[in-house]
């Protein structure tokens, strides 16, 4: 599966192959969850929309890992 990344300091948010945002989309706190266990995508809506917006721009440049 191919898996790209967009992060903000400690906040990581992955486009997965997955369904929903939820899953589409999985977010995570890296500094509180370095084991990716827990994503906070429902309880950090700001977050994941600000990070959501600078992985589709990277995308659309070709630029996201």
Do not use: W
Request: charge should be positive; aromatic fraction near 4%; include cysteine.
């Amino acid at each position: 599966m191919k898996c790209r990344t967009a992060s903000s300091h400690q906040i990581k948010i992955l486009a997965t192959s997955g369904r929903g945002p939820n899953a589409k989309f999985p977010l995570y706190n890296l500094r509180a969850d370095p084991g990716e266990a827990t994503n906070p995508f429902t309880e950090e809506p700001g977050k994941a929309k600000e990070l959501l917006a600078v992985l589709k721009a990277d995308i659309a440049r070709g630029r996201s890992r």
